[in-house]
Nanobody, 120 residues
Framework: QVQLQESGPGLVKPSQTLSLTCIVS??????????WSWVRQPPGKGLEWVGQISRSGNTYYSPSLKNRASISRDTAKNQFTLQLNSVTPEDTGMYYC????????????WGQGTQVTVSS
């Protein structure tokens, strides 16, 4: 059974870089056709896809965030990381990592989420 666990700072100052890591167990981020994704939810709003990384390391981003977001991975540790530059209070919300399974192109496993607040 796949498990995902997010980690990172809960509070980030405006203009700084947010960095979150997702540790994956029960599946390999390099050996399956699945994608490894970041999704966020601002307070009072719906889910927003941030981006994802494939087993070969190809990355894909939301058009609204592609200039600020970067997803990388550490294959030895079976984890992937989101960096979001120049954050503003609008980046506040719950951040989830998730597995996007490639057959039906749907999210089938989620981390518990981590709260990020952007404030000075």
């Amino acid at each position: 059974q796949v498990q995902l666990q997010e980690s990172g700072p809960g509070l980030v100052k405006p203009s700084q870089t947010l960095s979150l890591t997702c540790i994956v167990s029960g599946d390999s981020i390099t050996s399956t056709l699945n994608y490894w994704s970041w999704v966020r939810q601002p307070p009072g709003k719906g889910l927003e896809w941030v981006g994802q990384i494939s087993r070969s390391g190809n990355t894909y981003y939301s058009p609204s965030l592609k200039n600020r977001a970067s997803i990388s991975r550490d294959t030895a540790k079976n984890q992937f990381t989101l960096q979001l530059n120049s954050v503003t209070p609008e980046d506040t919300g719950m951040y989830y990592c998730a597995r996007l399974e490639a057959t039906w192109y749907s999210f089938d496993s989620w981390g518990q989420g981590t709260q990020v607040t952007v404030s000075s």
